[in-house]
């Protein structure tokens, strides 16, 4: 019994390394850029949530800028791990396809954080190339929803639509001869939606970890039940 007991415990080690890497890269991003938007917000008001969040990583005019970098390598480095453990959990080649798109989102929030947008070449090629991975990871998502329905919940489903949705927005938008966005020429009591779109992005990819994390554990109660029954 107690045999059986430490393998199923070994079993589901990487079911609990998923969930907790996720919600821990989904909490100090959320720390880190919400500490930085109220650095930000003393200064210039409600301004800072018209212009593009890649700004806040800005060491020369950004007063928390190392904060809202060391977060974004934290997040990319706890979402590197979690993929990783999703990737050993085989739960089918969707399953596979998605840890890997997850891997390069997580790698190039790293390199976001490693190159702020004082690096301009350097952050276009990583900001592009997080923007693109969201975008197949999302379509993924939707493609796993039709496939493989109980790997992805409703929630999931939903979010992975919004996101790709604004992705595809982004990237529809994007000047591919520059690898960036052209200027936001708008007043000040005016809305710049690139930039609100950006935020939304975000916000929307680290919402899809949290919910991948609950949708993880739940597969991970249904197996142990259906090996508790066999």
Partial sequence: MQTDLNLHSTHYDLHRLVIWMILAGALVTSAGISISVWAEYQRIGVEVFFRRADLLGDYIHSPLAYVYNMSLISAGSCILLAMYGLYQLKLGDFSHYLSLSGFWVGLSIILIGVFPINYLYEHRLVSTSFLIGTFVLHLLTISMRINH??????????????????????????????????????????????????????????????????????????????QASD
């Fill in 149 to 226: 329905k109980e790997l992805c919940s409703n929630p999931l489903f939903i979010l992975a639509i919004l996101g790709f949705i604004s992705a595809s927005g982004l990237i529809y938008q994007l000047d591919w001869s520059l690898l960036d966005f052209q200027p936001c020429s708008h007043g000040k009591s005016e809305v710049c939606w690139v930039a609100l779109n950006m935020w939304f992005q975000t916000n929307v990819t680290m919402l899809w970890c949290v919910l991948l994390a609950f949708n993880v554990k739940k597969l991970a109660e249904q197996n142990a039940k259906m």
